[in-house]
């Protein structure tokens, strides 16, 4: 079996003055005041919008699409968030077989490296075999079952939280600010953290008038 850490790829252009000014343009029209908009002021109209929790004018913002290597466990709370769009690797018609293995995530409190494992490295603790140990049976099982004729959407039964998933997810700037809120905080599962403050953080640096607000620990 193979495990590998989580990770996650930012697809969309983050043009910091082009994404302002497209919120600009349509906001202004609330106002009426399109005459006020200057080389420069984008960035104040921005920041305006978000301190009135005029959230709605952020969705004229260009959608951003995030792509992310997680566990099945993870993006099963990430799909809860209906005013995305979402592409998932599918289980049903993806046979692990045929790349020879199953991949898994490795949790941040599992003290293992990434690489391909056949057998049960010497140092883990005895909560780590148990966790090592059953996705080796998982993987087993499902290779046998295939051999047995199972499809893969019936041999994919066996396979837990841990198994590998990929998942592309586009959305508005006003929900990616809802998503972060919620997973960037000390209440979100330590995986999700894993992949969403860093997200977080690139999008405080390219659009801080936006994201700036949200803090976490
Ligand atoms: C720490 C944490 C623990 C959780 N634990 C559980 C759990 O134990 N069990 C469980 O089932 N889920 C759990 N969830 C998932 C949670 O219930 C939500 O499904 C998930 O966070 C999506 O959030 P949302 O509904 O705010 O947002 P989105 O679906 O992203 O929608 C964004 C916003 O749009 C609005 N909206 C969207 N759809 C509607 C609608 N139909 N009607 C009205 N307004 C709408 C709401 O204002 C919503 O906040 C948990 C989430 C977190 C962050």
Redesign the pocket.
Known sequence: MQLIYSSLEILTNLDRESILKSIELAGRTCYKSEDKITSDSATYFAKMICKKGHGAVLEFGPDITVRFIIDRGVSH?LV?????SFAQESTRYCNYAKQGHVIFIIPPWVNLGPGEYTKLPTKLSESENIWFNSLLAAEKAYLELLQHNWLPQAARSVLPNSLKTEIVVK?NIR?WH??LE??C?K???PQ?RGVMLPILNILKINLPEIFGDIEYD
């Open positions: 709370e809860r968030h209906r005013l995305c959305a929900e809802h998503i919620l997973r905080s209440q979100a599962h999700m």
